[in-house]
């Protein structure tokens, strides 16, 4: 079963703003990592947290974690009409399960030009 | 290859029928697993490979599903006597040591 949630299920924004989606897990991560999948396509990785850390950036991402409160954020700045896909948070396991991932069920965003 | 390959795209089996789904993993990249998609929800663990062993199936829905990867690369997802639920998406994704799982573009798998 899924371990994450994610909200909200679906954002819409224009081009240039934030869009800021949310994560919720229940057990103990060595990391949280956040996937991509446009329509009909594959999952894409965009970045991966350790659960040591607390903020991480790669260009237009930001990710945070708070293992307090087994939540994370992803926040995509500047949006471009090329960011419309789903976007999934994915847990790795604290116990040693070989690296498979637990997926949330996904933010669907839409960046209108 | 450059990427995780995955054949079929899609495969529309009639329900009762036996289907065979293929993943063509990165060179040399150790890990493989399968995941199951439905429609609007995320990925779900189905089974685990390292190299040639099969190390965790925790995720296979039932006895239906067979997964293998016997020399160690390529993998196949077996899935008898297909039903209606079965119809999903089912990704493979590798990985080295050291890296994120690369993830194929999936078979979409829909039972009549």
């Known amino acids: 079963s899924q371990q994450g949630e994610e909200d909200p299920q679906a954002l819409s924004i224009q081009e240039g703003e934030n869009a800021t989606m949310n994560c919720s897990y229940k057990?103990?991560?060595?990391?949280l990592q956040w996937y991509r999948q446009n329509s009909g396509r594959g999952l894409v990785h965009l970045i991966l947290?350790?659960?040591?850390?607390r903020e991480k950036h790669s260009g237009r991402l930001r990710v945070t974690l708070d293992t307090s409160k087994k939540s994370s954020s992803l926040l995509i700045t500047a949006s471009r009409a090329a960011d419309t896909a789903s976007y999934f948070c994915?847990?790795?396991?604290?116990?040693?399960?070989?690296?498979?991932?637990?997926f949330g069920q996904g933010t669907e965003l839409s960046v209108k030009p | 290859g450059a990427g995780v390959s995955q054949s079929p795209r899609y495969k529309v089996a009639k329900r009762g029928q036996d289907v065979a789904l293929r993943c063509d993993p990165i060179?040399?990249?150790?890990?493989l697993f399968w995941y199951q998609q439905a429609l609007g929800q995320g990925p779900e663990f189905l089974t685990y490979?390292?190299?040639?062993?099969?190390?965790?199936k925790s995720g296979l829905p039932s006895d239906r599903f067979f997964a293998e990867r016997p020399e160690g690369s390529v993998s196949t997802l077996k899935i008898q006597r297909t039903q209606q639920e079965d119809s999903a998406v089912y990704l493979c994704?590798?990985?080295?040591?050291?890296?994120?799982?690369?993830f194929g573009q999936g078979t979409r798998l829909t039972v009549v």
């Open positions: 994704a590798t990985r080295d040591r050291v890296t994120e799982a690369f």
């Open positions: 057990t103990s991560i060595n990391n």
């Open positions: 947290i350790r659960s040591n850390e």
């Open positions: 994915a847990t790795a396991p604290g116990y040693n399960q070989g690296g498979k991932l637990i």
């Open positions: 060179s040399g990249h150790v890990s």
């Open positions: 490979f390292q190299n040639e062993a099969q190390l965790d």
